[in-house]
Each structure stands twice: as C-alpha cells, then as structure tokens.
C-alpha cells in the first residue's frame, strides 16, 4: 500500500564535543526528508509488517519492523531513585558583583560572562509520572556550564534538610516513599513509616515543620526560593577560604496554594506546574531569580549558635545577611523531555576552582551517591558526553573507551606521563597550576578516625522552634492543619502520639493544637532532649505570607462566558488584566462560544474540564439567563465555591451574582466584586483573600 511518508525528524545538527585535538564529528544524517532505519536504509513502508502472505504470519526476516519494536522496548531508562518527577528548562546566568576578594572562579568573578545554566526542579518522592502539586519539597538542581567545566547547585526550595548524615538517607527515603509490601501511597508523606520514621529521628523536624508550611504547596515554581543548603568554601588566589550559602530568590516572589486546592489541582492538572513554566517559557514570560550569597569565615561561624556544618540548620538572614549577587532567567524549554530533563545528571560534586566543599557530612555523602546512580540509570561512565552533561568549554584527558563512546580519540598515548605523542595528535591535555585544588584544612588536635556525630549537632529543636515562632499566626495555623491533616491519615496511635511528644519541645502551642485536631484527650510527655532548646531570636525572613508580593505578574485569570456575553465587558478584564502581567483563559459552557456581536471563537477550556484551580482570580460575564441555567451546574457551583473557597478574588456580572453565588454558599465580601469593576478586581487578584480563611475552614 502506497501511503505518504510522515518528513523524517530533523538531523542533530549539533557538534558532539571531543577531547581537545580530538576529531569533531557530525550526525551523519542529512535532511532529505526520507525516513530511513537506524541504520540508515530508507524505509518504503512504515504501516505494514512484512507477512508471508496477505492474512500469513509476520516473517523474522522483518528488520525494519524488529529494529523499531526493539528501540521501543528499551525507550524507558531507571527514574532517578528520588526526584523522578521533574521539569526543566535551559536560561544563562549573568553574575552583577563580582566576589574576586572571596573566589577565583570565574563564574563568581567574570561579571561580563553569559554563562549558560540547565536548570531542574522536582517533586522528591512520587514517581517520574507522579502528580506535580502533592506537599512535598521540590529540588532545584542547576547545572553552569562555565568556562572552567560544569558546576552543579543541586538544591530544595527549603533552606534545611531533613537528616544531618548521609548514612541515614535510604532509611529517610525508605520511609517517605510507598510502603514496600501495599505500593501506597504514591507522592505522599501522609503514612505511617514517614512519620515512624520522623517521630524516632528528631532531627528530621526542622524540614519536616517547612515542609507543612506552605513551602510544601508551591502555586508555582516559578514562585519557589532556592537553597544550596549546605555551607561551601569560596577559595580566593591567596588560597584563603570563606564559607558561603547560596540562595534564588524568584522575581515573582513566592506564592503558595492553599491545601484544599493542591488537593483539587491533582485532578485538575497532573502537570499543572509543568505546564505552568513551560507555557510561560513558551511565550516570553521568562521566570527570574537573583543569585544571592550568605558570607562568614570561620571565626564567625564559631559564634553561632548552632553548627553550620549541620544541614539541618539554616544561618538566619538576620544573622549574616544576603549579598545578591546574579541572576538567572530561563529562556529556553527543552527540545526534548527524555534527551534533555531526563538525561541530565546532576552531581554536587561537579565543582570548579575557586569553589570547595565544607565538612558537612550530608554533602560529604552525597558527593559519592549521584555519579553512582547515574551509572546505572543512565548506563555507563560516558554519560558525560550525551548533550546535555557535556561541559560547554574545552575537556581533555586519558578517560578512554566504556559502553557508548562517542569520540573517537586519535593517537597511541592514553597515559602520561608519556613522550611519545611528538607531533603533538592525542587529546589529553596537560595539567595546569590553575586547575581545582582542595582547600587544605588543619585537622582537630587530638581526634581520630570513628563513626560520630559531634556534639554540635545535638540540638534538633532550636531552630524548628525559632522557624514555627518567626511564622505570621496564619502560617501557624497551616503548619498545624498540615500535621493534623498527615498524621490522620497515620493509623498507629504510637507514631501520632510520639510525633506530638516531639511537637512539644518545638513549642507547647504547636503540640497541644495538634492533638486537639487529632482528637487526642491529653498531651503525652514531651520527648527527652539531647541539648537545651534555646530561644533563638525570630527570622522573620522565613516567612512566606508576610513576604508575599501583591502583584499579578507571571499569574492567570480565568473568565467565564457564554454565548451571547457582553463582549465589551470580557475585553475590558481582560485589558487590565493583561497589562497587570497575568494570562487570561476564557473558560466556556462549551469549547467554541460566540461573545455578543462577535464571531465564533475557541474557549481556551471547558467549563467542566477546567476547574478554577488552575487560575489565581476568576471573573464571568454571562448573559441573565445562562446565569439562571448555569445555577443548576455542578462544574460551574464549584467553580465558583472553590475560588471563594481558595481565596481568589471574583468579579462577578450581576447574573451570577443573583443566582450563582447564593447556590455556590459564596456572601460576598471585599474580594467579591461586580464585574465593573475593574480597579478593585485587580487590587484583590494580586493577594489571596487571607482574611476570608478562617470564616470557612477550621484551621488547626
Ligand atoms: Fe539528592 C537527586 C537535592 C541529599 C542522593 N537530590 C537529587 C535532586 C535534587 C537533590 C534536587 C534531583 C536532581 C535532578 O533534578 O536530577 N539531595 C538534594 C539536597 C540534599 C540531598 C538539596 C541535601 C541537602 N541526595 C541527598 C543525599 C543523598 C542524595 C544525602 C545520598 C546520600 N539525590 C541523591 C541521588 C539522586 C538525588 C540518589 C537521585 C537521582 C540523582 O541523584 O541523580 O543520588
């Protein structure tokens, strides 16, 4: 059977990098437009296996047939055994202030250099085709590409992390993840073994407090903080060092959801923040987020109150301020999920001159774990040279042969010292004074080698304690919601229990509404302490809706219509809105809607299949009548008690406001206004209506 030939998928016109004197190579396929085999024979017909005869058996002899199925078979590669889930796009960092007093690296140096980033944020412990919006932590790895070789920040949007060594991060991930013998539940940490695990492990309650925040339910991620966590060494030209904590700050500043609509987003949109970063990426609305440093020496750090080597604990801004010094935006989705998102590795211990790691045992550990999964997921050694891990600037050495070489280095010298390579053919490189050394630290006197935990490390409640106070009385009141939401979904009374002895050395109020929520009759003893707690003075900058910036940039409003809606009042939200930086999405009875006096045009969504989670303000212009019929529609009450519910500001056309709203239960208040106007609809968008919350749930 003739049938047309779908156009062969671009060539790579990409030049794979080999070692410096190395041959370059190019993808041999040239756009002919001819789909051929992998082989590179022309393919005549792409439908039809070759049988013995019309209504015969497929024959064995079928390579073309055997070779695709056979690619097809091996498409999926292991997920990365946490952080499966993730999205990803390309961007450039540009360094504003150079610290050349601190680092040699030029990435923290060279304030004219573009240096192009690979950037990646996931969810922790769902699957790769897990939910985007469960409460959980979200990595926020970067990979530079600078001139000196790859640098990867491998980070959370929570400054702490959950374990102080990195011996116990199976047992952590163990325990968070499904539970082995059911398989469930998936990217979730509301079972028993998580809290088992956290209720015997108090140094998990410092993370665990931020992630019951609204850390732990971004509305975007292009609205997430980033932290490298950990203290690094900046190493400058005299070989001194300075520790440094790194921070992103988004320029759409942060931005949470509420519980109950993460809840409805699951169902609404499995790729809600996917979708969300690359439609922004897509039309030009690049996310952006300044690069910013935390500085102290060693003296200094002595003086803290806690150890700076712990990654349990953050270092206040109060205490060391930050020093913004860069910034990153992403401009670029990727061309392709598997080659791109999917193959990256990142690895903490992809480090240049002028950077060092600290001796904090989780990072020490981690140095081991990410080349030594990536060996399995993606394969082999010479993972390094597919795309997207392959540095940007020149690379040379002796590293020859393993599973999927792609260059072909020339010349019989693979070794050095060595003389024989005298006209100069084989790209190995030489060493140079310039290249990456280790910061030479004088040993403690007096100790030796031993599996310990220092003593510096004993305190687990100081700054959980001064985290949970710093927070405005709402967030207390989340996180408290969020342990009583997840601790009732524990079914062993002995987990929830030990969990509250351990809320009450946070602080007394945290534990006893927690067990109020729970149902518990009496507080049971608090659990016994390794150090003082020590009242810390508050941060304030561990707050989210404080901190919060009304506006409504990178945001979306969704607009109900219906046929015969008042187009001039649907152009005018939308103008303002618009020109406020926000998306506008109309939503419709059905896709294709007719605006009074206009032509048929397509709804962006279907009143049913898209729910008003997926905006952060909604307003509807419909005609009285449709009003009157769309009362009686489940999709359109809710979409309305959801928004109230959610605290997103309504603009509502008098329609609804007669008949929608007293069906959906919706008594306007200042964030429920008529569709007129305009001013005060934008004003309320730019915030959630914080103090509608309490009239509608019970909060913890
Ligand atoms: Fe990790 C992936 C962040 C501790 C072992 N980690 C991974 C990713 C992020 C983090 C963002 C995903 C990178 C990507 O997008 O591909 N991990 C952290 C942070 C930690 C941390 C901020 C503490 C401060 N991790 C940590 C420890 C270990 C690991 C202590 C093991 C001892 N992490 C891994 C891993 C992963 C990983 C198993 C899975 C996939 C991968 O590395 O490439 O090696």
Same mark, same amino acid.
């Given at each position: ?14 030049? @794979? ?128 590409? *600078? ?19 990195? @011996? ?10 499904? !539970? ?24 998990? +309650? ?35 060092? *300075? ?70 604990? +953050? ?90 070489? @792609? ?110 929520? +729970?149902? @518990? ?101 419909? *005609? ?42 919706? !008594? ?8 007129? !106007? ?23």
């Amino acid at each position: 059977m003739a049938v047309k030939k779908k156009k062969a998928s671009a060539p790579s016109k990409r030049k @794979m990098q080999s070692g410096s004197g190395g041959e370059t190579h190019q993808s041999a396929t040239a756009d002919t437009g001819v789909m051929t085999t992998a082989q590179g024979i022309p393919v005549s017909d792409n439908q039809n296996s070759l049988r013995a005869h019309s209504r015969g058996p497929t024959l064995l002899e079928d390579f073309i047939l055997r070779e695709k199925i056979t690619h097809f078979d091996h498409e999926r590669i292991p997920d990365r055994v946490v952080h499966a889930r993730g999205s990803a796009a390309h961007g450039y960092f540009e360094l504003t202030r150079s610290l050349s007093k601190y680092t040699t690296a030029k990435l923290f140096t060279d304030t004219k250099a573009r240096t192009p980033v690979f950037a990646r944020f996931s969810t922790v412990a769902g699957g790769a085709g897990s939910v985007d919006t469960p409460r959980d932590v979200r990595g926020f790895a970067v990979k530079f590409y *600078t001139q000196e070789g790859n640098y990867d920040l491998v980070g959370n949007n929570l400054p702490v992390f959950a374990i102080q060594d990195a @011996m116990k991060f199976p047992d952590f991930i163990h325990a968070v993840k499904m !539970e082995p013998d059911r398989g469930f539940p998936q990217a979730a940490s509301a079972h028993d073994t998580f809290w088992d695990f956290v209720s015997l492990s108090p140094e998990t +309650l410092h993370m665990v407090t931020w992630a019951m925040s609204d850390r732990g339910i971004p509305r975007s991620l292009r609205m997430i903080e980033g932290f490298g966590i950990h203290s690094f060494r900046l190493i400058n030209a005299k070989g001194e060092s *300075t520790f440094a904590r790194f921070h992103w700050r988004p320029k759409l500043g942060l931005q949470s959801t509420v519980w109950d609509e993460a809840v409805k987003l699951q169902a609404a949109d499995n790729d809600f923040h996917r979708r969300d970063l690359f439609e922004a990426i897509d039309k030009g609305d690049f996310p952006e987020w300044e690069f910013a440093v935390q500085l102290f020496t060693e003296a200094e750090a002595e003086a803290f109150p806690f150890d700076h080597l712990d990654a349990t604990k +953050l270092i206040p801004e109060e205490l060391v301020p930050l020093t913004v010094i860069g910034r990153m935006v992403l401009d670029r989705n990727p061309d392709n999920h598997f080659a791109e998102n999917d193959q990256v590795a990142f690895c903490p211990a992809n480090m240049i001159p002028g950077i060092d790691f600290s001796n904090d045992p989780l990072l020490q550990g981690r140095l081991f774990s990410y080349l030594d999964t990536q060996l399995s997921r993606l394969g082999g050694t010479n993972f390094t040279q597919i795309p997207i891990n392959a540095p940007k600037c020149p690379f040379a050495n002796h590293q020859r042969d393993a599973h999927m070489q @792609m260059q072909v280095p020339k010349g019989r010298v693979a070794y050095e010292p060595a003389s024989l390579d005298r006209d100069g053919s084989t790209p190995n490189g030489r060493e140079t004074s310039n290249g990456f050394r280790s910061f030479s630290e004088t040993a403690p006197k007096g100790e030796g080698k031993g599996r310990v935990r220092a003593e510096t490390f004993a305190d687990h409640y100081s700054q959980p304690r001064m985290f949970f106070r710093s927070q405005s009385p709402l967030e207390q009141a989340h996180i408290a919601s969020a342990f009583v939401f997840e601790l009732s979904k524990v079914d062993d009374d002995v987990v929830r229990e030990r969990t509250v002895s351990q809320l009450r050395n946070i602080d007394e109020s945290l534990a006893q509404r927690v067990a109020d929520g +729970l149902g @518990m009759t009496a507080l049971p003893d608090a659990a016994p302490k390794a150090a003082p707690v020590q009242d810390l003075p508050l941060s304030p900058a561990t707050t989210l809706i404080p901190r919060m910036k009304p506006t409504l940039a990178g945001r979306c409003v969704g607009i109900l219509v219906s046929d015969g809606s008042d187009a001039k009042a649907v152009d005018a939200v939308r103008k303002a809105v618009e020109d406020a930086g926000a998306t506008v999405k109309l939503v419709a009875p059905k896709r294709l809607v007719t605006l009074k006096g206009r032509k048929p045009q397509k709804a962006d969504g279907q009143l049913a299949g898209t729910p008003s989670v997926l905006f952060d303000a909604v307003a509807c212009v419909l *005609t009285p009548e449709d009003a009157a019929r769309l009362a009686n529609e489940a999709a359109c009450i809710d979409w309305f008690r959801d928004a109230f519910g959610h605290l997103k500001a309504i603009a509502a056309c008098g329609g609804t406001r007669k008949h929608i709203l007293p069906v959906a239960g919706i !008594e306007p208040d200042a964030g429920v206004m008529d569709i007129a !106007e305009v001013d005060a609809f934008l004003k309320q968008a730019k915030t959630r209506q914080w103090d509608r919350e309490p009239t509608l749930r019970t909060l913890a």
